[in-house]
Protein backbone atom coordinates (compact mmCIF):
# COMPACT_ATOMS: atom_id res chain seq x y z
CA UNK A 1 0.00 0.00 0.00
CA UNK A 2 1.71 3.09 -0.69
CA UNK A 3 -0.45 5.73 0.88
CA UNK A 4 -1.20 5.83 4.63
CA UNK A 5 -4.93 5.29 5.80
CA UNK A 6 -5.58 5.76 9.71
CA UNK A 7 -8.99 6.21 11.09
CA UNK A 8 -8.78 8.91 14.05
CA UNK A 9 -10.90 10.30 17.19
CA UNK A 10 -10.53 13.77 16.38
CA UNK A 11 -13.51 14.39 19.15
CA UNK A 12 -14.34 12.73 22.16
CA UNK A 13 -18.05 11.11 21.08
CA UNK A 14 -17.91 11.58 17.38
CA UNK A 15 -16.96 8.80 14.30
CA UNK A 16 -13.55 8.00 13.65
CA UNK A 17 -12.36 10.28 10.50
CA UNK A 18 -10.52 9.38 7.74
CA UNK A 19 -7.17 11.06 7.43
CA UNK A 20 -4.38 10.20 4.75
CA UNK A 21 -0.57 11.29 4.78
CA UNK A 22 2.49 9.48 4.01
CA UNK A 23 3.99 6.43 5.47
CA UNK A 24 5.93 7.27 8.68
CA UNK A 25 9.27 6.56 8.30
CA UNK A 26 10.47 4.16 11.08
CA UNK A 27 14.01 5.61 13.01
CA UNK A 28 16.27 4.33 15.59
CA UNK A 29 14.37 1.13 17.36
CA UNK A 30 11.40 1.37 15.56
CA UNK A 31 9.27 -0.80 13.22
CA UNK A 32 7.08 -0.29 10.85
CA UNK A 33 4.15 -2.66 9.87
CA UNK A 34 1.35 -3.09 7.30
CA UNK A 35 -1.85 -3.64 9.32
CA UNK A 36 -3.37 -7.39 8.42
CA UNK A 37 -5.79 -7.40 11.02
CA UNK A 38 -7.34 -5.02 13.78
CA UNK A 39 -9.93 -6.21 16.82
CA UNK A 40 -12.70 -4.12 17.08
CA UNK A 41 -12.96 -3.72 21.42
CA UNK A 42 -15.70 -2.91 23.86
CA UNK A 43 -12.80 -0.32 25.39
CA UNK A 44 -12.89 1.31 22.26
CA UNK A 45 -16.61 2.24 22.93
CA UNK A 46 -15.31 4.02 25.77
CA UNK A 47 -12.68 5.63 24.61
CA UNK A 48 -14.77 7.52 21.91
CA UNK A 49 -17.00 8.23 24.53
CA UNK A 50 -13.93 9.73 26.30
CA UNK A 51 -15.33 8.42 29.92
CA UNK A 52 -15.89 5.83 32.11
CA UNK A 53 -18.30 5.36 34.78
CA UNK A 54 -17.46 5.22 38.42
CA UNK A 55 -20.51 5.85 39.62
CA UNK A 56 -21.06 7.63 43.10
CA UNK A 57 -17.51 9.26 42.12
CA UNK A 58 -18.63 10.76 38.99
CA UNK A 59 -16.43 9.74 35.55
CA UNK A 60 -13.17 9.46 34.92
CA UNK A 61 -12.60 11.47 31.85
CA UNK A 62 -9.81 9.79 28.91
CA UNK A 63 -9.06 13.69 28.67
CA UNK A 64 -7.60 13.55 31.87
CA UNK A 65 -5.94 10.47 32.18
CA UNK A 66 -3.28 11.98 29.01
CA UNK A 67 -5.18 10.80 26.17
CA UNK A 68 -4.75 13.80 23.60
CA UNK A 69 -6.84 14.17 20.28
CA UNK A 70 -6.12 13.07 17.46
CA UNK A 71 -5.47 9.54 18.17
CA UNK A 72 -5.75 6.50 15.81
CA UNK A 73 -7.67 4.11 17.50
CA UNK A 74 -7.35 0.04 17.04
CA UNK A 75 -5.16 -2.10 20.05
CA UNK A 76 -5.63 -5.49 18.67
CA UNK A 77 -2.99 -5.49 15.57
CA UNK A 78 -1.79 -8.10 13.17
CA UNK A 79 0.95 -6.24 10.93
CA UNK A 80 3.77 -7.54 8.44
CA UNK A 81 7.40 -5.66 9.27
CA UNK A 82 7.91 -3.66 6.33
CA UNK A 83 11.04 -1.42 7.28
CA UNK A 84 12.84 -0.90 10.53
CA UNK A 85 15.10 1.78 11.95
CA UNK A 86 18.65 1.86 11.91
CA UNK A 87 19.18 0.84 15.77
CA UNK A 88 16.48 -2.71 14.81
CA UNK A 89 17.27 -5.72 13.10
CA UNK A 90 16.89 -6.20 9.78
CA UNK A 91 15.73 -9.42 9.60
CA UNK A 92 12.37 -8.83 11.25
CA UNK A 93 11.12 -7.53 7.65
CA UNK A 94 8.48 -9.79 6.23
CA UNK A 95 7.66 -11.51 9.78
CA UNK A 96 4.01 -11.30 10.91
CA UNK A 97 3.66 -9.66 14.20
CA UNK A 98 1.48 -9.39 16.90
CA UNK A 99 1.67 -6.33 18.91
CA UNK A 100 1.84 -5.78 22.85
CA UNK A 101 -0.32 -2.67 23.44
CA UNK A 102 0.24 -2.74 26.60
CA UNK A 103 3.29 -0.53 26.98
CA UNK A 104 4.86 0.47 30.35
CA UNK A 105 6.68 3.43 31.10
CA UNK A 106 10.15 1.33 31.58
CA UNK A 107 10.65 3.11 34.91
CA UNK A 108 8.27 2.59 37.03
CA UNK A 109 8.47 -0.45 40.00
CA UNK A 110 5.91 -2.06 38.32
CA UNK A 111 7.48 -2.18 35.20
CA UNK A 112 11.05 -3.21 36.68
CA UNK A 113 9.34 -6.25 37.83
CA UNK A 114 7.91 -7.29 34.37
CA UNK A 115 4.40 -6.15 35.14
CA UNK A 116 3.80 -3.23 32.41
CA UNK A 117 -0.09 -3.97 32.95
CA UNK A 118 0.12 -2.40 36.32
CA UNK A 119 2.20 0.53 35.27
CA UNK A 120 0.86 4.18 36.65
CA UNK A 121 1.65 5.65 33.01
CA UNK A 122 1.15 3.26 30.49
CA UNK A 123 1.67 4.36 27.13
CA UNK A 124 -1.09 2.15 25.52
CA UNK A 125 -0.95 1.69 21.99
CA UNK A 126 -4.25 2.79 20.54
CA UNK A 127 -4.50 5.26 23.25
CA UNK A 128 -1.47 7.16 24.24
CA UNK A 129 0.22 5.92 20.67
CA UNK A 130 -1.29 5.55 17.49
CA UNK A 131 -2.78 1.95 16.88
CA UNK A 132 -3.62 0.12 14.21
CA UNK A 133 -7.21 1.19 12.76
CA UNK A 134 -4.58 2.03 9.89
CA UNK A 135 -2.92 0.75 7.04
CA UNK A 136 0.55 1.62 8.76
CA UNK A 137 1.84 1.70 12.32
CA UNK A 138 4.87 2.57 13.80
CA UNK A 139 5.93 0.41 17.11
CA UNK A 140 8.73 1.88 19.10
CA UNK A 141 10.63 -1.18 19.54
CA UNK A 142 10.87 -4.68 18.30
CA UNK A 143 10.41 -6.31 21.92
CA UNK A 144 6.90 -5.31 22.07
CA UNK A 145 6.30 -7.86 18.76
CA UNK A 146 5.39 -11.38 19.08
CA UNK A 147 5.59 -13.41 15.81
CA UNK A 148 2.85 -15.15 14.13
CA UNK A 149 3.77 -16.47 11.48
CA UNK A 150 1.50 -19.68 9.70
CA UNK A 151 -1.39 -18.65 12.47
CA UNK A 152 -4.52 -16.38 10.84
CA UNK A 153 -3.90 -13.13 12.13
CA UNK A 154 -7.58 -12.27 11.78
CA UNK A 155 -7.96 -15.60 14.45
CA UNK A 156 -4.97 -14.33 16.28
CA UNK A 157 -5.20 -10.65 16.73
CA UNK A 158 -7.77 -10.54 19.29
CA UNK A 159 -5.68 -12.19 21.89
CA UNK A 160 -3.71 -8.78 22.66
CA UNK A 161 -6.66 -7.52 24.42
CA UNK A 162 -9.55 -9.77 25.17
CA UNK A 163 -7.63 -13.03 25.23
CA UNK A 164 -4.72 -11.81 27.38
CA UNK A 165 -7.02 -9.91 30.08
CA UNK A 166 -9.04 -13.07 30.56
CA UNK A 167 -5.69 -15.65 30.10
CA UNK A 168 -4.51 -13.49 33.38
CA UNK A 169 -7.61 -13.48 34.80
CA UNK A 170 -8.25 -17.11 34.95
CA UNK A 171 -4.54 -17.50 36.37
CA UNK A 172 -6.28 -15.85 39.91
CA UNK A 173 -8.89 -18.32 39.66
CA UNK A 174 -8.62 -21.69 40.91
CA UNK A 175 -7.62 -24.54 41.96
CA UNK A 176 -9.17 -26.67 39.79
CA UNK A 177 -12.00 -29.31 40.95
CA UNK A 178 -14.05 -31.80 39.32
CA UNK A 179 -16.86 -30.51 41.71
CA UNK A 180 -16.52 -27.18 41.45
CA UNK A 181 -17.80 -24.33 38.92
CA UNK A 182 -16.81 -21.55 37.15
CA UNK A 183 -19.48 -18.83 35.95
CA UNK A 184 -18.58 -16.44 33.31
CA UNK A 185 -20.50 -13.11 33.38
CA UNK A 186 -20.63 -12.29 29.85
CA UNK A 187 -20.01 -13.73 26.80
CA UNK A 188 -19.03 -10.96 24.29
CA UNK A 189 -15.53 -11.00 22.81
CA UNK A 190 -14.09 -11.00 26.30
CA UNK A 191 -16.14 -14.25 27.79
CA UNK A 192 -15.83 -16.29 24.63
CA UNK A 193 -12.09 -16.45 24.95
CA UNK A 194 -12.60 -17.07 28.71
CA UNK A 195 -14.43 -20.20 27.72
CA UNK A 196 -11.96 -21.16 25.86
CA UNK A 197 -8.58 -20.52 27.42
CA UNK A 198 -10.36 -21.63 30.51
CA UNK A 199 -10.80 -25.34 29.04
CA UNK A 200 -7.59 -25.61 28.08
CA UNK A 201 -6.90 -24.51 31.65
CA UNK A 202 -9.03 -26.99 32.79
CA UNK A 203 -11.52 -26.17 34.10
CA UNK A 204 -14.35 -28.40 33.31
CA UNK A 205 -17.96 -27.22 35.24
CA UNK A 206 -18.58 -24.15 33.19
CA UNK A 207 -21.59 -21.59 33.01
CA UNK A 208 -21.66 -19.07 30.68
CA UNK A 209 -24.23 -15.65 32.04
CA UNK A 210 -25.48 -13.15 29.50
CA UNK A 211 -28.79 -11.78 28.53
CA UNK A 212 -28.02 -12.60 24.97
CA UNK A 213 -29.33 -16.00 23.62
CA UNK A 214 -27.11 -15.45 20.47
CA UNK A 215 -23.80 -15.15 22.69
CA UNK A 216 -25.34 -17.83 24.66
CA UNK A 217 -25.61 -19.99 22.08
CA UNK A 218 -21.95 -19.12 21.36
CA UNK A 219 -20.98 -19.89 24.51
CA UNK A 220 -21.98 -23.73 24.26
CA UNK A 221 -20.60 -24.08 20.64
CA UNK A 222 -17.14 -23.01 22.61
CA UNK A 223 -17.69 -25.52 25.31
CA UNK A 224 -19.65 -24.05 28.18
CA UNK A 225 -20.99 -26.73 30.04
CA UNK A 226 -24.34 -24.63 31.06
CA UNK A 227 -25.28 -21.48 30.26
CA UNK A 228 -28.10 -18.85 32.03
CA UNK A 229 -29.74 -15.82 30.46
CA UNK A 230 -29.84 -13.57 33.21
CA UNK A 231 -32.78 -11.76 32.51
CA UNK A 232 -34.74 -14.84 33.44
CA UNK A 233 -36.89 -14.72 36.74
CA UNK A 234 -35.35 -15.68 39.45
CA UNK A 235 -31.54 -15.68 38.15
CA UNK A 236 -30.12 -16.41 41.87
CA UNK A 237 -32.07 -19.60 42.70
CA UNK A 238 -31.14 -20.32 38.42
CA UNK A 239 -27.34 -20.02 38.91
CA UNK A 240 -27.09 -22.01 42.33
CA UNK A 241 -28.96 -24.55 40.58
CA UNK A 242 -27.17 -25.37 37.52
CA UNK A 243 -23.85 -25.21 39.71
CA UNK A 244 -25.03 -27.63 41.99
CA UNK A 245 -24.63 -24.75 44.76
CA UNK A 246 -20.61 -25.51 44.23
CA UNK A 247 -19.63 -22.24 42.45
CA UNK A 248 -16.51 -21.69 43.46
CA UNK A 249 -14.81 -18.88 40.56
CA UNK A 250 -16.72 -16.41 38.90
CA UNK A 251 -14.99 -14.36 35.90
CA UNK A 252 -16.54 -10.90 35.45
CA UNK A 253 -15.90 -9.54 32.09
CA UNK A 254 -18.93 -7.18 32.39
CA UNK A 255 -18.77 -5.36 36.03
CA UNK A 256 -22.38 -4.31 36.61
CA UNK A 257 -24.32 -4.48 40.03
CA UNK A 258 -26.38 -6.95 38.54
CA UNK A 259 -23.08 -9.28 37.62
CA UNK A 260 -21.85 -8.00 41.43
CA UNK A 261 -24.85 -9.05 42.91
CA UNK A 262 -25.69 -12.45 41.16
CA UNK A 263 -22.04 -13.46 41.81
CA UNK A 264 -22.36 -12.52 45.15
CA UNK A 265 -24.88 -14.41 46.34
CA UNK A 266 -24.49 -16.99 44.68
CA UNK A 267 -20.78 -17.81 45.49
CA UNK A 268 -20.68 -20.44 48.11
CA UNK A 269 -17.49 -19.79 50.82
CA UNK A 270 -13.57 -19.39 49.66
CA UNK A 271 -14.88 -18.79 46.17
CA UNK A 272 -12.75 -16.05 44.16
CA UNK A 273 -14.55 -13.59 42.05
CA UNK A 274 -12.12 -12.16 39.42
CA UNK A 275 -13.56 -8.67 37.87
CA UNK A 276 -11.81 -7.52 34.51
CA UNK A 277 -15.20 -6.28 33.12
CA UNK A 278 -14.99 -1.88 32.69
CA UNK A 279 -18.86 -1.31 32.21
CA UNK A 280 -18.83 1.17 35.06
CA UNK A 281 -21.42 1.86 38.61
CA UNK A 282 -20.43 0.54 42.05
CA UNK A 283 -19.48 -2.14 43.26
CA UNK A 284 -22.25 -3.00 46.26
CA UNK A 285 -22.38 -6.12 48.64
CA UNK A 286 -23.22 -6.50 52.16
CA UNK A 287 -19.70 -6.17 53.98
CA UNK A 288 -20.45 -9.53 56.09
CA UNK A 289 -20.12 -11.29 53.72
CA UNK A 290 -16.49 -10.68 52.54
CA UNK A 291 -15.24 -12.47 55.78
CA UNK A 292 -18.34 -14.95 56.39
CA UNK A 293 -18.00 -16.15 52.62
CA UNK A 294 -14.37 -16.04 53.08
CA UNK A 295 -14.66 -14.40 49.60
CA UNK A 296 -11.77 -13.05 47.45
CA UNK A 297 -12.61 -10.59 45.00
CA UNK A 298 -10.14 -9.04 43.32
CA UNK A 299 -9.84 -6.93 39.66
CA UNK A 300 -6.69 -7.15 37.00
CA UNK A 301 -6.21 -5.54 33.88
CA UNK A 302 -4.65 -6.90 30.56
CA UNK A 303 -1.71 -8.72 31.17
CA UNK A 304 2.05 -9.05 30.53
CA UNK A 305 4.28 -9.81 27.26
CA UNK A 306 5.22 -13.55 28.61
CA UNK A 307 1.49 -14.15 29.28
CA UNK A 308 0.58 -13.06 25.60
CA UNK A 309 3.82 -15.16 24.53
CA UNK A 310 2.65 -18.34 26.68
CA UNK A 311 -1.62 -17.84 25.08
CA UNK A 312 0.21 -17.35 21.82
CA UNK A 313 2.44 -20.47 22.60
CA UNK A 314 -1.42 -22.68 23.55
CA UNK A 315 -2.77 -21.49 20.20
CA UNK A 316 0.36 -22.91 18.23
CA UNK A 317 -0.54 -26.10 20.05
CA UNK A 318 -4.26 -26.20 19.05
CA UNK A 319 -5.29 -25.75 22.57
CA UNK A 320 -7.44 -22.99 22.49
CA UNK A 321 -10.74 -22.64 20.66
CA UNK A 322 -11.64 -20.00 18.19
CA UNK A 323 -14.08 -18.20 18.76
CA UNK A 324 -16.92 -16.82 15.97
CA UNK A 325 -14.48 -13.91 14.25
CA UNK A 326 -16.05 -11.96 11.25
CA UNK A 327 -13.81 -9.64 9.11
CA UNK A 328 -14.57 -6.29 7.57
CA UNK A 329 -12.42 -3.78 5.04
CA UNK A 330 -10.81 -0.99 7.73
CA UNK A 331 -12.79 1.30 5.97
CA UNK A 332 -16.37 0.03 7.87
CA UNK A 333 -14.82 0.96 11.07
CA UNK A 334 -17.20 3.22 12.41
CA UNK A 335 -19.72 0.77 11.21
CA UNK A 336 -18.51 -2.11 12.89
CA UNK A 337 -18.30 -0.24 16.44
CA UNK A 338 -21.80 0.98 15.73
CA UNK A 339 -22.82 -2.85 15.89
CA UNK A 340 -20.82 -3.69 18.61
CA UNK A 341 -22.24 -0.92 20.92
CA UNK A 342 -25.69 -1.86 19.69
CA UNK A 343 -25.08 -5.64 20.89
CA UNK A 344 -25.56 -7.06 17.05
CA UNK A 345 -21.92 -9.07 17.32
CA UNK A 346 -21.04 -12.17 18.62
CA UNK A 347 -17.54 -12.59 18.93
CA UNK A 348 -15.48 -10.53 17.25
CA UNK A 349 -15.10 -8.05 14.40
CA UNK A 350 -11.97 -7.64 12.79
CA UNK A 351 -11.14 -5.09 10.50
CA UNK A 352 -8.51 -5.78 7.60
CA UNK A 353 -6.96 -4.07 4.53
CA UNK A 354 -7.98 -5.56 1.44
CA UNK A 355 -5.47 -6.79 -1.61
CA UNK A 356 -2.92 -7.64 1.66
CA UNK A 357 -2.32 -11.67 2.14
CA UNK A 358 -2.51 -12.90 5.52
ZN1 LIG B 1 -9.48 -4.12 24.27
ZN1 LIG C 1 5.89 1.79 34.55
Sequence with gaps: MSTYTHYDLTEFGKPLEKVTGDIPKPTGKEVLLEILSSGVCHSDLHIIEGEFDLGEEGTMRMADRGMKLPRTLGHENVGRVIAVGSD?????????MLVFPWVGCGTCRACKEGRTND???????????????????????????????????????????????????????????????????????????????????????????????????????????????????????????????????????????????????????????VIVGLHGGDFKMPQPWLPQKAMTVRGCHVGTIQQLQELVD????????????????????????????????????????EGLKN
Aim: charged share 20%.
Design 88 to 96: AEPSLVGQK
Design 119 to 273: CMAMRIIGLVQDGGYATHMLVEDANLLINVDGLNPNLVASHACSGLTVYNAIGHLGPVHKESWLAIMGVGGLGLNAVAIAKAKGFENIVAVDINDSNLAAAQDMGATAVLNSKNPNPIDQLREITENALTDVLDTVGIASTVRLSVHVMIKGGRY
Design 314 to 353: LVRAGKIKQMPVQTRPMDQVNQALDDLKRGKVTGRIVMTN
